[in-house]
């Protein structure tokens, strides 16, 4: 079974930035759109960034400017580069994407198992 690996998290620093990484942990056909999402204690899941294959990107707007996100195509993987951090972008952060495996005809949506981010003094 295929899985998404997110790696990159952990304790950083208000005003300090992280680089999550995602990839399928095995070889696939092909990946079409991926994303990332956040989920803090109490609240629902929220979309953080996504982007196209042909590299096409939507930020939530609260965001724009302090995140970024990219891919590596030739790896399948996808960065989510968050810079400025503050308390109240403390979540999990899970990567989204969707896959198409080898031998078959079309593409399944993925969820990684969430990396932790905590911004703390």
């Known amino acids: 079974q295929v899985q998404l690996v997110e790696s990159g998290g952990g304790l950083v620093q208000p005003g300090g930035s992280l680089r999550l990484s995602c990839a399928p942990s095995e070889s696939i056909f092909r990946v079409s759109a991926m994303g990332w999402y956040r989920q803090a204690p109490g609240k629902q899941r929220e979309l953080v960034a996504s982007i196209t294959r042909g590299g096409i990107t939507n930020y939530a707007d609260s965001l724009k400017g302090r995140f970024t996100i990219s891919r590596d195509n030739a790896k399948n993987t996808v960065y989510l580069q968050m810079n400025s951090l503050k308390p109240e972008d403390t979540a999990v952060y899970y990567c989204?994407?969707?896959?198409?495996?080898?031998?078959?005809?079309?593409?399944?949506?993925?969820w990684g198992q969430g990396t932790q981010v905590t911004v703390s003094s």
């Open positions: 989204n994407a969707e896959l198409r495996r080898l031998g078959s005809f079309g593409f399944t949506e993925y």
